[in-house]
């Protein structure tokens, strides 16, 4: 996994949006995490529910995360889109692709941090 981490930083930036101050998403999320749901391709009616997960940091929103992350990849393998997911999905190093578990840790891991 060692590629990985020099190349999910690129990916998200590639994919982050220009900031916009006066987005009432942005003023209510925050620009950073509005910034990763977009890049992730969460869909807009998800933002809230996941921002009220991260408030409070236990081992039951980190479950949640997860399944929730899991859907995602599930979707993005189905029909990939133009986000972050879809490109993490399609990553190839030596010819291997992510696990489940190593799609769930980075985005989790990007929502989390």
Same mark, same amino acid.
Do not use: I
């Given at each position: 996994?060692?590629?990985?981490?020099?190349?999910?930083p690129r990916m998200l930036a590639a994919r982050l949006p220009?900031?916009?101050e006066d987005d009432p998403a942005v003023i209510v999320l925050g620009e950073? &995490?509005?910034g990763i @749901? +977009?890049?992730?391709?969460?869909?807009?009616?998800?933002?809230l529910r996941i921002a009220? /997960? =991260?408030?409070?940091?236990?081992?039951?929103?980190?479950?949640?995360?997860?399944a929730y992350v899991d859907v995602l990849v599930a979707e993005r393998c189905r029909c990939p889109?133009?986000? &972050?997911?879809?490109? @993490? +999905?399609a990553f190839e190093v030596d010819g291997r692709g992510l696990?489940?578990?190593?799609? /769930? =840790?980075i985005v989790v891991g990007l929502l989390t941090s």
């Open positions: 996994m060692n590629a990985e981490v020099d190349t999910v220009e900031p916009a950073r &995490l509005h @749901l +977009v890049a992730l391709g969460v869909a807009p009616r998800d933002w009220r /997960r =991260l408030e409070v940091p236990d081992t039951r929103t980190a479950a949640a995360l997860g889109g133009e986000d &972050l997911v879809s490109d @993490l +999905v696990t489940a578990d190593e799609l /769930r =840790l």
